[in-house]
């Protein structure tokens, strides 16, 4: 099946800093969605980009279909960011496939 | 608040048993979608029902079902639980199959 991997696996950020997701996939998708768990637990849908960028605010994502990756860019980095970023991919035959997620810790 | 409720929100009971979690989605959604999350296994899609109608199946167990009713409120069934069960589970709601998702608090299950 599809292999879905993130990186970093975990990250510190001085609030007010930007970062950078990485999320590679091994097969061709259908879809990919970004995922934001925060500390409580609580998940919230940010993205669902299958193909070119989207932006929401200080969040913005680039998936590249043909090169099997995508992209979170966090900008001005605030400590309500902290949790884990998962993304997710749809296959044909796999159907929604979850990376392992990125720890984030934004400190004041 | 997402809009989409869960119960209840813990669960503890012991192996061999059966459970059932309850999903009440967004007003006006028409899919929920049912997800694990354990330490061992991460996050998993278990399975998808819209408008009542099973839509995509993930890695559910044979021991596990669901159902999605005319009100669109969804029950997930565990049985023969065993320890392993143990995880959180996720219900998430969305007007069509391909949009935002919606989720629920979660529903923590431990298996003693």
């Known amino acids: 099946g599809i292999q879905v991997e993130q990186s970093p696996p975990d990250l510190i950020l001085q609030e007010g800093a930007n970062s950078t997701l990485r999320c590679n996939f091994s097969?061709?998708?259908?879809?990919l969605q970004w995922f934001h768990q925060n500390p409580w637990g609580q998940l919230i849908n940010l993205f669902y980009?299958?193909?070119g960028t989207k932006q929401n605010g200080r969040l913005s994502a680039t998936t590249v279909a043909t090169e099997r990756y995508s992209l979170l860019y966090i900008s001005s980095s605030q400590t309500t960011d902290s949790g884990v970023y998962f993304c997710?991919?749809?296959?044909?035959?796999?159907?929604?496939?979850f990376g392992p997620g990125t720890s984030l810790s934004v400190i004041p | 608040d997402s809009g989409v409720t869960q119960t209840p929100k813990h669960l503890i009971t012991a192996t061999g048993q059966r459970v059932t979690l309850r999903c009440s989605p967004r007003?006006?959604?028409?899919?929920v979608y049912w997800y694990q999350q354990s330490l061992d296994q991460g996050l998993q899609f278990l399975i998808q029902?819209?408008?009542?109608?099973?839509?995509a199946k993930g890695n559910i167990l044979e021991r596990f079902s669901a159902q999605q009713f005319p009100d669109l409120h969804s029950e997930l069934n565990l049985s023969s639980l065993e320890l392993g069960d143990s995880a959180l589970y996720f219900c998430?709601?969305?007007?069509?199959?391909?949009?935002?998702?919606?989720f629920g608090p979660g529903t923590r299950l431990l298996v003693l």
């Open positions: 997710a991919v749809e296959t044909s035959y796999d159907k929604v496939i």
């Open positions: 029902y819209y408008n009542g109608e099973e839509r």
């Open positions: 097969d061709s998708v259908n879809n």
């Open positions: 007003s006006g959604d028409l899919s």
């Open positions: 980009i299958p193909s």
């Open positions: 998430a709601s969305s007007v069509e199959g391909e949009e935002t998702q919606y």
